[in-house]
Nanobody, 125 residues
Framework: QVQLAESGGGLVQAGGSLRLSCAAS????????MGWFRQAPGKERELLAA????????YYADSVKGRFIISRDNAKNTMYLQMNSLKPEDTGVYYC??????????????????WGQGTQVTVSS
C-alpha cells in the first residue's frame, strides 16, 4: 500500500520555525516530482513548493519564497519542508503529494495522485 505520511507540524509563535517531513512507503518516489500544499481554513488547497526528482530544481509560491526550503533525500524516500519566519497566515493543514499525471504541469493540483493525510501547523501572533 502506497502511503505518504507527514510529520513535524505543531504550534509555533510568529517568527519561529518548523521542519515538516514526508515519509513515503509502499513504493519509491525517487523518480517523481513532489510537492507541499497548504489548506487554510475556508480556502482552497494551494501549492507552496515543489521539487523535481533529483532535488536539483525547486518551485516556490510567492507567499513562501525566501522563507521556506523544500528538499528531499531519495535514499530515505523522504521529503522535507523547512519553514522559517513563520507568519499567522501560514496557519493551515500541510499536505505532501507526489505527481502522478505527467501530462499536466507540476503546478496543477490534478497532477498529484498520491497524498498524505496532512499535518496541522498553527502560527500564533
Amino acid at each position: 500500500q502506497v502511503q505518504l505520511a507527514e510529520s513535524g507540524g505543531g504550534l509555533v509563535q510568529a517568527g519561529g520555525s518548523l521542519r515538516l517531513s514526508c515519509a513515503a512507503s509502499g513504493r519509491t518516489f525517487s523518480n517523481d516530482t513532489m510537492g507541499w500544499f497548504r489548506q487554510a481554513p475556508g480556502k482552497e488547497r494551494e501549492l507552496l513548493a515543489a521539487i523535481n526528482w533529483s532535488g536539483g530544481s525547486a518551485y516556490y509560491a510567492d507567499s513562501v519564497k525566501g522563507r521556506f526550503i523544500i528538499s528531499r533525500d531519495n535514499a530515505k524516500n523522504t521529503m522535507y519542508l523547512q519553514m522559517n519566519s513563520l507568519k499567522p497566515e501560514d496557519t493551515g493543514v500541510y499536505y505532501c503529494a507526489a505527481q502522478k499525471d505527467y501530462g499536466l504541469g507540476y503546478r496543477q493540483y490534478a497532477a498529484y495522485g498520491y497524498w498524505g493525510q496532512g499535518t496541522q501547523v498553527t502560527v500564533s501572533s
